[in-house]
């Protein structure tokens, strides 16, 4: 530690925030257990014991959509998007020109340092009931299309959306990993007649596995969280039957609503059940021979 104190120091600030608003706040989860009055606080509020998971298991009509919005959201996530960095990866490794591939990769990395204000917004000048592309429908004299508002595309925009996002800024660590396979097992192979794609299937692919392995066990773990502020910008648009998931249902009961012990024990559940997810699919990877998060 005193050989790196001056990198500890940078990493300093850091800590403190992860430390103050990650653990620090794990404290708050108590609300889970009482009828929680903002104006009692915590120390003057009603302990009501499991009453709040019990709504819960009884099925509120609200939850039970949130749920299944949300596991629906994570399958389409999980399978549209968490492979295409993967073959944006293969592709700009591909790519033989040095320039041309540092001109497509801050092309697409940009959109990753846009917030999701500022991309709502584009999608809106574009999509949107007076963006670009109906106003171009319009002046052709075609009927326009309801994209933004049309709750059964919902998800497939935000999947979209997603992609458009970050799918670059993801390519990062697979190019890393790219990186580190030794050359000559690509000469060897195109010495004994190997061509690209069964390079591809028999060297890279297989170089990528421990990095793949890890990012979806923590794609796993983080799997019910599908985007807070990415939906709540465009809920009124499509209605809270189509749009409602977890992390909203917790922002509408319990900030707007005041069910603030529902919502925490809510936020409870989810994050049980990451802590879950991620130890289950970390034991499934040591099982096929693979690292994982950790070693066991």
Do not use: C
């Not at 530690?1 to 850091?14: I, S």
């Not at 009692?40 to 009453?51: C, K, M, P, Q």
């Not at 998800?155 to 660590?173: E, H, N, P």
């Not at 049980?272 to 699919?281: D, F, H, K, R, S």
């Amino acid at each position: 530690m005193w050989r790196d104190r001056t990198l500890l120091l940078f990493a300093l600030p850091g800590m403190v925030l992860i430390l103050i608003f990650q653990y620090v706040a794990l404290a708050g989860n108590v609300i889970a257990f009482q009828d929680y009055q903002p104006f009692l606080g915590i120390r003057d509020s009603l302990w009501v014991g499991w009453e709040n998971f019990r709504v819960l298991v009884n099925g509120d009509p609200a939850f039970v959509t949130a749920v299944r919005n949300t596991l629906a959201l994570t399958l389409i996530q999980t399978v549209f998007v968490f492979p295409v960095p993967i073959a944006l990866a293969l592709l700009l490794n591909s790519l033989l020109s040095e320039r041309i591939k540092k001109f497509v990769q801050s092309v697409l990395y940009l959109p990753h340092f846009l917030s999701w204000v500022v991309i709502v917004a584009i999608f809106q000048q574009v999509l949107g009931g007076a963006g670009l592309l109906n106003n171009f429908l319009r002046a052709q004299g075609w009927a326009t299309l309801d994209i933004l508002g049309n709750p059964d595309i919902f998800f497939g925009l935000l999947t979209t959306q997603v992609i458009w996002k970050d799918a670059g800024w993801s390519t990062i660590l697979f190019l890393a990993a790219l990186s580190q396979i030794d050359a000559s097992l690509y000469e060897a192979s195109a010495v004994d007649g190997a061509g690209r794609w069964r390079q591809m299937w028999h060297i890279t692919l297989p170089g990528l596995r421990g990095i793949i392995i890890l990012l979806l066990i923590l794609r796993l773990g983080d799997s019910l969280s599908v985007g807070f502020e990415q939906i709540i910008l465009q809920q009124n648009a499509v209605g809270l039957a189509a749009s409602e998931v977890l992390d909203t249902y917790v922002y509408n009961n319990g900030i707007v609503g005041g069910g603030w012990g529902v919502s925490t024990a809510v936020g409870m559940v989810k994050g049980v059940i990451g802590v879950i997810l991620v130890l289950g699919a970390n034991k499934l990877a040591h099982i096929f021979g693979e690292n994982g998060i950790y070693k066991s």
